[in-house]
């Protein structure tokens, strides 16, 4: 039985709006086990990001509980958040914003470390942040260099370096290479796997791309509309969808090459507001093989197959299995 | 419209573009050559300066000047060099007979006009009828892209971003152009939305029988949509082949890198292959090759020599010292 | 480089950056680049050493400083070698005048953006991170400190206080809190939604770092083009305090005060007029090129 390092119960988020409140992540659960990935999938707007800065306690959540290493982040105090971040770092998307201008490459990686006053000495300091450039790949005559001299694919590294500084166990991904080329995205996509082995690193990994989501994942969670739609591990996703998103999302990635040909299923209309959404499934309005039931009544997370959740009322469980 | 399909509608030789500014020049289209024929849809694929878009605005004659400038080259358009026309016979051709859709659908609609007036106004602009018959005219183009008449007077923000590409489409599809030069049209747009774009696009490409060029980073797409293939790098054309040639048989190291660096949906990798290095700098290019640094194979050679065009028979193209001495001359 | 692990290094040692060089020097070196700054900054550098030479040019005695040394033979005379600017009604030198008079503005428009600026930044950086009560709070004072016309909030002020150089300090300093507090509070907001400040935020870092640290860095090149254009209006609104009266008083050589007593003259003698009416012009004129030019530097992708 693997150890369990972080498992969400329950988790809500609604935000307030002059229109009512935004159900961003809407009673989620799942759980990540130690030196795994948990590929979180979805759209625009389905609140995979929010769920990454909720878990990490930089949104406060609405309701629910995020048990990690055994104790529930969301009723720690101060105090308690400012240990829990040197365990539970973040890298960011975009690696232009996440980086102040202002700042050098040696004054971003040092900022951790100052901040929680990991470093003895001057010397100690340079020392460690010059190993960690070294750890991702930044050749050390870049330490006064500042982000906007550098291309994303340095940047990405340097954002990285900071989130390595605390040694955490625990990284939220947000996206960390769409917004890079993909001759980069591959680099950085080795360099975490690499990471992820030799810290022995656990990875929330959040992304819309299909294909990075299932290089990287254990396990994979398909998210749509603040709802978790469908988990399990990696290549039963792709091998055997069960819900219809998971099934269109699936069929409308370009696939790159020419004697691979799928049926596509093209989705009608745009991902409904998360606004006051409908008491159904989130999906119904889009869905090709809605019935009555699915308008009224909002399908729960069930478990399909021992790893394997779907919600979805044509789905039943096998119990034989 | 005259139907030879074996007629060049684009030809593009040795086009160079570069920007002249106070901290260098940047060369962003270096040699670069293409050739489009009619109701043939290229996929110009490269990544982040690799001068896909200052290519797309040199066909336009829309590069800004200063700080950019055509340096020379020919850019040959049903019969007439582009390169050499002035701004207002330019204007006639712009929207009329090549149109372009812009990646970001948030920022190339007027926030300000209802969309139907937006068509109309490039329909009045390149046709001779009256206003109410542009407007008819428009509200069959959205019509024609999935949108309903009742939302033509709308405004931008009233739409989503995948309503608001179809909105743009419709624009660059009202006066029937020969050639449509795409940039990156679903990049800003989700998954499921992007099937839907590009659905459409083929679609009414092959309904318009228009010539398009699908710029683009996602060979995904290239292989979903387009004819023929192009690979672009530090400016130039490094190799161009027909699509199921170039996907099944590519030849450049920079192309066979570029399949190595993306994550196979079909199969189980442990290692994705990626290029090492980073990005050619337009403004500091290396002497020889411009892959040459990045290069696994690059020899003494290719740090010194500029590769030409090399043609390996059947129409693949490519732009790699490794094959000068076997290419048919 | 790392030989003991799979990661490789992938840069090239040759194309990437590597000097140390100082942001200062790259904004200094675009700023350089623009002739009208060039022009501005020189004309500056040119009262500047004009103010701090004033006693050599234009020495006091043991009974009058420099400015007021009076020779009721000579009065209003024009231009000559001997007096490059002419003289005035008592006889003073319009030259030594003008050259004293440098360091009045020069020290208003200093004083003045000290105090506006501090507080404007202080106001605008808590009301900008906070939002909510403290927001409103702070921002609704700057509004109706903005609804009421600088100059006439100036005269309230210094009408209030003794009429003099202290009092025009502090009431054009109040009146223009309210631009940098705007300025500032439309930065921060801004700059909160910004990665960075999650991603320091997720490093434990405090509120006072986040402000100190990672705002206000970025949100300096608006301060300081506020500061400099401020300046220009700081003079020009103590000017014109002293040109109504309620401000520096005579015999102090202040530009505004000296084309006040010098109206009534104006037909018959221009000169009087002429040359602290340049001056005041001259150095508006120069630091608003300065700001404009230092904007440009600040942000090379506005230009491009």
């Known amino acids: 039985m693997p150890d369990v390092l972080m498992e969400v119960r329950n988790l809500k988020k609604y935000f307030k709006t002059k229109r009512g409140p935004l159900h961003a992540v809407d009673g989620i659960n799942f759980s990540i086990n130690k030196g795994e990935t948990l590929g979180l999938v979805g759209e625009s707007g389905c609140g995979k990001s929010t769920t990454g800065r909720v878990v990490l306690r930089l949104i406060d959540a609405t309701d629910g509980e995020v048990i990690f290493d055994g104790e529930n982040i969301l009723d720690y105090n101060k105090t308690k958040v400012r240990t829990f971040r040197e365990n539970a770092q973040i890298i960011f998307q975009d690696p232009f914003a996440s980086l102040n201008p202002r700042m050098s490459v040696f004054e971003i990686i040092a900022e951790p470390l100052i901040i929680n006053k990991k470093a003895q000495s001057r010397q100690d300091l340079r020392k460690q942040v010059l190993k960690l450039m070294d750890t991702v790949g930044l050749v050390a005559r870049l330490e006064n260099a500042y982000p906007h001299e550098l291309d994303g694919g340095r940047r990405q590294r340097i954002g990285i370096a900071r989130s390595l500084a605390l040694k955490p166990s625990f990284i939220v991904q947000d996206e960390p290479v769409s917004a890079l080329d993909v001759s980069i995205q591959a680099q950085i996509l080795n360099l975490m796997e690499e990471l992820q082995k030799e810290m022995k690193l656990t990875y929330l990994f959040i992304s819309h791309d299909l294909g990075v989501i299932k290089h990287v994942s254990t396990n994979i969670a398909i998210m749509y509309l603040g709802k978790i739609v469908e988990m399990s591990d990696y290549s039963s996703i792709f091998k055997s969808p069960l819900h219809p998103y998971t099934k269109a999302l699936l069929s409308a990635i370009p696939i790159p090459s020419v004697d691979i040909k799928r049926e596509r299923i093209i989705l009608e209309g745009d991902v409904p507001s998360p606004i006051s959404p409908p008491p159904g499934c989130r999906f119904y309005s889009r869905c090709f093989e809605r019935m009555d039931i699915c308008k009224d009544t909002d399908p729960e997370l069930i478990e399909y197959a021992p790893n394997r959740q779907v919600a979805c009322h044509l789905i039943k469980p096998q119990s034989n299995v | 419209m005259p139907n030879n399909d074996n007629e060049l509608l684009l030809d593009i030789k040795d086009l160079t573009i570069h920007y002249i500014t106070e901290d260098g020049t940047v060369c962003a289209v270096n040699n670069l050559n293409l050739s489009i024929k009619r109701g043939e849809t290229v996929g110009l694929v490269g990544e982040t300066g690799a001068g896909k878009t200052t290519t797309a605005l040199g066909i336009m004659q829309l590069v800004p000047n200063p700080p950019g400038k055509i340096i020379g080259g020919e850019i040959n358009f049903a019969g007439e060099n582009l390169a050499a ?25 007027n926030p300000v006009i209802p969309v139907r007036d937006q068509i109309a106004e490039v329909i009045l602009l390149h046709e001779n009828v009256t206003a109410a018959e542009g407007l008819a005219k428009a509200e069959e183009m959205l019509e024609l892209v999935g949108i309903r008449s009742e939302r033509a007077k709308d405004y931008p923000h009233q739409f989503s971003g995948g309503m608001r590409q179809r909105v743009v489409i419709a624009i660059a599809l009202a006066c029937n152009p020969e050639l449509l030069i795409a940039d990156e049209p679903t990049t800003a747009l989700d998954v499921t939305i992007q099937a839907q774009v590009l659905e459409l696009m083929k679609r009414l490409k092959s309904e318009f029988n228009t010539s398009m060029i699908m710029i683009t980073h996602d060979l995904g797409i290239v292989a979903d949509i387009c004819d023929k293939v192009a690979i672009m790098y530090a400016g130039s054309v490094v190799e161009m082949a027909d699509k199921y ?74 732009k790699c010292l490794q094959y000068a001495n076997q290419g048919g001359e | 480089m790392s030989t003991d692990k799979n990661i490789e290094i992938m840069d090239n040692p040759e194309t990437a950056p590597s000097k140390k060089r100082s942001q200062l020097y790259d904004i200094w070196r675009r700023f350089s680049k623009s002739k009208t700054a060039m022009l501005g900054l020189f004309i500056m550098v040119v009262l500047i050493l004009l103010a701090l030479t004033a006693d050599i040019i234009a020495p006091g005695d043991e009974r009058r400083p420099g400015y007021d040394i009076q020779n009721l033979q000579n009065t209003f ?16 030198d319009i030259f030594a005048r003008v050259a004293h008079g440098s360091r009045i503005s020069l020290q208003v428009g200093l004083v003045v953006v000290s105090i506006s600026m501090f507080a404007g930044v202080a106001l605008g950086a808590v009301s ?43 009431a054009v300093g109040i009146s223009a809190i309210s631009g940098y507090a705007r300025i500032v509070r439309a930065s921060v907001l801004s700059l909160r939604e910004q990665e ?21 860095p970025n949100c300096m090149a608006p301060i300081i083009v506020q500061a400099t254009m401020g300046m220009a209006s700081a003079i020009s609104v103590a000017a014109a305090l002293s040109f109504i009266g309620i401000g520096i008083q005579p015999p102090t050589p202040e530009w505004g005060a000296m084309l006040a007593e010098s109206r009534r003259f104006i037909r018959d003698h221009w000169h009087m007029v002429m040359f602290p009416g340049v001056a005041i012009a001259l150095i508006i004129f120069a630091l608003n090129m300065m700001g404009d030019g230092l904007r440009d530097a600040f942000d090379p992708r506005l230009k491009k």
Do not use: W
């Not at chain 2, 099944?248 to 570029?258: A, D, E």
């Not at chain 3, 709070?137 to 202290?166: C, E, K, Q, W």
């Open chain 3, 196 to 216: 960075f400040i999650e991603a320091a935020r997720s490093v434990g870092a405090s509120n006072f770092r986040i402000i100190t640290k990672h705002i206000l």
């Open chain 2, 245 to 318: 040639d170039l996907f099944r048989n590519p030849k450049h190291p920079y192309t066979i890198g570029l399949f190595g660096s993306i994550p196979d949906i079909e199969k189980d990798e442990e290692m994705l292959k990626p290029i090492k290095g980073y990005m050619a700098d337009p403004a500091n290019l290396p002497a020889g090759c411009p892959f040459s640094p990045r290069c696994e194979l690059a020899t003494a050679e290719c740090h010194t020599k500029k590769p030409e065009n090399i043609d390996l028979g059947n129409n693949h193209f490519v």
């Open chain 2, 85 to 109: 026309k002035n701004e207002a016979a330019m204007r006639t051709i712009r929207g009329k007979k090549i149109s372009m859709i812009f990646q970001d659908p948030m920022t190339s609609l």
């Open chain 3, 77 to 92: 005379q024009p231009p000559s070698l001997e007096h490059p600017f002419g003289t005035d009604n008592f006889g003073r």
């Open chain 3, 128 to 170: 900008g991170f906070f939002s909510g009560f403290v927001d409103n709070f702070i921002m609704r004072t700057v509004d109706i400190l903005l609804a009421i016309p600088n100059i006439l909030l100036a005269i309230a002020i210094a009408s209030a206080l003794r009429p003099g150089l202290g009092s025009v300090m502090i």
